[in-house]
Structure formats: C-alpha cells, structure tokens
C-alpha cells in the first residue's frame, strides 16, 4: 500500500522546465477538484445506471411497449431524469471549474511562463514550426473538453499557454489517474511495445496529434534508440511539448507543425506510426485521410496502431450512452462517431490487409510508491486509464 | 504610438468555450444556482486548507512564517491523508442530498410516502 490518500495531493504533482508556479490556494482549488471529481465518479455516477433501471427504463417501455433501441434513444429518456441531470451538472460546473483554475495560474504568469519556454526552444532544430500550416475545420468549430481558445490561440509571443493549461488540469481531472507526469499512457504503450515485440528496436517512429507530449515524451524515454518525429497542428502545443521534453532531458524527438492529414515527410519514412488519445478529437473525413497516410508512411512490415478508449460495438446500451457524455457535454462531438465506426474497415479502406490487423487493451501505468498497486476500480465512462489499441502491421 | 494594452487576465480566465453550454435542469436557473454553489463550495475548501497549513506550521513552533512559505507548503504523506479525509467528509457533506436520493433509489422499501405510513398508521 501505499502511504499516500487516493488521490494524491497537488504538490506531488511532477515538475518540469515549463511548469507554471503556483500558490498555495491554486494548488488547493486542485486538491478540492481531484476530490469532487474523484467523488462523482466513484458515489455519485453509480446512481444513473440505478435510475435508470429502476424508473427510467420501465417508464420508456410503458411509454412505447419495447426497450430502448439504442444510446440515443436511452439519451433522450434519461435527459428528463433529475439524478442524471444532477450529475451532469455537476460534472459540466466541474470541467468549467477546472478550465477557470488552470487559466488563472497559467494566464497570470504567461509572459514568464513564455519565456522559460522560449529559453528552452531557442534556436533548437528540433521545433520546427510553420505558420503556414491551416487549422482544420473541426478543431477551429469548437473548444474540445471545453478549453476556451483550444489548441490553437496565442495570446502573445511564443504562447505556450493552451498547452500548459491543459498540463496542469490533468491530475485534477482524473484525480491523478494519469500519474504525477500525466504519462500514464506512455507508459503503457511503451510496456505494450516491449511485450507484444522484445525484439523491436524501430529506427524511426512517427507520433501524430502529439498535444504537451505527455505520452511521446514517456515513449521517448521508452526507446532511447529511436528517432520520434511528433507532429501537431497547434504551434502551442508543440512549443510547450519540446520544452516539457528537453528539460526532462529527453532528446530524441522532433516536434514538427504539420496536419497529420497531409504530413510533409516521404512515403515508406516510418517503422512505427501511432496516435494516441487523438482520431476522436478529428473528423469524420480526417480519420480516413489520417489512415491514408499512416499507410503512406509505414514501411512494409512496419507497425501502427491507434490508443483509443472502447469501441461501442459490443457495449451495453447504456454504457455507451454514459460513454458518449463527454462527446455531447465536454465538447468532443467527434467522439461519438468514431467509437461507432466499423475501424478494421477503416484501416482496409486505408490500403490495410485486414489479417495483419489486430486489438488489443492497455491500462495507465501509475506510480506505485504514490498510487498503489493498481486496482481495476471505479468506472468513469471515458476517462478511466484503460483503453482500447488497434493496428495493424504493413 | 499606441501603448499595448496589459492582457486582462482576470477577465480571460472565465471565457466561453466555443459551442452552446448544455443545461441540465429543467430551469436553467437551478443550474446557475448549481454553478455558483460549487464555484462558492471550492473557495470554501480552499480557504479551510489555507488555515489547515497555516496550523500546521505553527505546530512546528515556529510563529515566524511568511506568506512565501505557505505557498511552498507540501504536505507529508500523514498531514495529506489527514486533508483528504477532511475533504471526503467535506463533499460528502455538501452533496448529502444526492447521496440521499441515491439511497433512497437504492432501498424503496426505506422510502416509503409519509402520508401513506400515516394513513398505516391510522388504521393498527
Ligand atoms: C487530445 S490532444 C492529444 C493527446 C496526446 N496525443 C497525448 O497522448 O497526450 C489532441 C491534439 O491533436 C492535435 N490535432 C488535432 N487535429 C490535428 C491534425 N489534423 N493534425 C495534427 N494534429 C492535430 C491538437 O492540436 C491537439 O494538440
């Protein structure tokens, strides 16, 4: 066990080259949402599946003498229930109090906060930037997980502050689930990586819709050997992503502003090329172009895949329904479409031979000595540090 | 020459995200309410810490402390657990009501109408 509450507080919090100073109370508005989130999920959330069996569900087949026929459906239903709209509220007043706290410590310091990040960047021919780079549609409609601004606002010079709000609120959004690095998944692809393959070292290894770099970063450190080439839109995340890395002392990744749709590089560059937590933050259209090129830049043999959270084939109707909250509540309207799409077709749609496909399940890796032992607990419908990876080998 | 303007900062912390709020109630003004209560509940959960690390670096003996160090107070694995049982007990005490219609959903033999166990009553 142990010695540490779950979760753990603010000021084990993982330190590194752009990190924001914070004051007592900033730590403490964490501390307080790590709790209210960690509460919702684990007292509050188990009430709706209740009421739904209970009164919602019988309610809707008295109403139209059949079940339910699909998440949309349960939707609808439980929109009217006063225990889901609770919850809901409470959940959204939580987001958007995680959003207020982050954007004040980031906001009030930024010019400072930019400059340790430019310090850092300086120079370095492994950001390499381009203004000319359009922002895709489906990220400029919306702020996904209600981020005011998202990705892609620069509030000054060299802004690296989309990126490092977006840093710091992770812990207080997952109560820590991701770790104190917020690598959590990093770290699993990276034990993935080495069980599934121990005797793959790849020379080069193509990341997309890299965000702060929280997962690449942990790859990196993972295959010290490779070479990484992490491309995003958003010229604040890629600013902050090199700067978080090089003061972590992780050199052997190039941080590159391109649109994964259209990446600048030649055909056949790649040994590995993967995205994670990132083809649900896209389009419908993108995805397909996104697959394209994945196929365009594995070598033959090479491997891709793609960490997700579940698919909803399979899944009860009302867990997708509680899964999809967060595409119609938290802003990531693209997330209900891709856990719905058939992905092996995808991926053949792409140029992929769909024997060389394959799923397969990650869980985050925490550390122990502040986490615990791992414990398959509390499901939070779309943030649990358990995901989905599918592939497929060229 | 035009002065550039400071950022007002404060101002930008409470922007909008980009796409339309969902409300959950059936009055958006229980959901105002709602929001405003737990932006309230979070001040007082963080001024009820301030004062828990204030006590603890008096406990040390040590009355000579400045508002710097408060700041750089982190607590050891014991005085954390101690906070975090606070806050458990905290929430657990501003959302009661919630726990309360769960449990009431959870046990309906426990939740039967008074008037009804009046009216019981009457008659044996
Ligand atoms: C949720 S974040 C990614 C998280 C990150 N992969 C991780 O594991 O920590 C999504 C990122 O994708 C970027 N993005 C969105 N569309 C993109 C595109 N078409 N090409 C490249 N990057 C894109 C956004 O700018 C954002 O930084």
């Known amino acids: ?394 | 020459m035009m002065e550039k303007k400071p950022l007002d900062w404060i101002a930008l912390t409470g922007a909008k995200p980009l796409g339309k709020r969902p409300y959950f109630f059936d009055d958006p003004a229980v959901e105002r309410v709602l929001a405003v209560t737990m932006a309230v509940a979070q001040e007082v959960a963080v001024l009820r810490e301030r004062l828990d690390t204030i006590e603890r670096l008096l406990e040390k003996g040590n009355a000579d402390f400045s508002r710097a160090d408060i700041d750089a107070y982190a607590p050891d694995p014991a005085a954390a657990t101690e906070r975090a049982e606070w806050s458990r007990m905290y929430i657990a005490r501003v959302l009661r009501i919630v726990q309360q219609e769960l449990e009431a959903l959870n046990t309906p033999e426990n939740n039967v109408d008074i008037a009804a166990i009046a009216d019981e009553l009457g008659r044996i």
Not at chain 1, 67 to 83: G, I, N, Q
Not at chain 1, 118 to 124: E, F, G, V
Not at chain 1, 166 to 175: L, P
Not at chain 1, 188 to 197: G, L, P
């Open chain 1, 1 to 394: 066990m142990s010695a540490w509450p779950t979760p753990p507080p603010y000021s084990l919090v993982g330190k590194h080259g752009v990190s924001p100073d914070f004051t007592h109370d900033e730590r403490a508005r964490f501390n307080f949402l790590a709790q209210l989130n960690t509460h919702l999920a684990a007292q509050v959330v188990p009430g709706n599946a209740r009421a739904y069996e209970t009164r919602v569900k019988p309610a809707f087949e008295a109403e139209h003498g059949r079940a339910p026929v699909d998440r949309h459906e349960v939707r609808k239903a439980m929109l009217r229930d006063s225990y889901f709209q609770t919850w809901s509220a409470l959940r959204r007043s939580s987001m958007e109090l995680r959003q207020q706290n982050g954007r004040e410590v980031v906001l009030r310091q930024l010019d400072k906060l930019n400059a340790k990040a430019a310090a850092l960047n300086h120079q370095s021919p492994q950001l390499k930037l381009n203004p000319d780079v359009a922002i895709p549609a489906y990220i400029r409609k919306v702020d996904f997980h209600c981020m005011p601004g998202g990705y892609t606002t620069e509030l000054a010079a060299d802004d690296v502050s989309a990126a490092a709000n977006y840093d710091i609120g992770v812990f207080a959004t997952t109560g820590g689930g991701l770790g104190c690095f917020n690598d959590g998944a990093g770290l699993a692809v990276a034990q993935w990586m080495r069980s599934r393959y121990p005797d793959f070292n790849p020379k080069r290894i193509l990341d997309m819709g890299t965000g702060a770099g929280h997962t690449v970063t942990a790859i990196a450190q993972a295959f010290p050997d490779s070479e990484i080439i992490s491309v995003d839109v958003a010229a604040p995340m890629l600013r902050f992503a090199h700067a978080r890395a090089k003061s972590l002392g992780v050199n052997n990744i190039t941080f590159m502003q391109a649109n994964a749709e259209n990446v600048p590089l030649p055909d056949a560059d790649f040994d590995v090329v993967l995205t994670t937590i990132f083809l649900h933050e896209t389009s419908n259209l993108a995805i397909r172009r996104i697959m394209a090129e994945t196929h365009r830049l594995l070598k033959p043999g090479g491997l891709s895949f793609h960490l997700e959270q579940p698919q909803y084939a399979g899944l009860p109707l009302f867990e997708q329904f509680m899964r999809d909250w967060d595409a119609l509540y938290n802003n990531e309207p693209f997330w209900t479409r891709m856990h719905e799409m058939d992905i092996e077709q995808l991926m053949a749609d792409a140029g992929f031979q769909r024997d060389k496909m394959f799923q397969d399940k990650a869980e985050g890796i925490l550390d122990e000595t502040i986490f615990g032992k791992p414990k398959s607990d509390v499901e939070d419908f779309g943030r649990k540090a358990a995901w989905h990876l599918f592939g497929v080998h060229k």
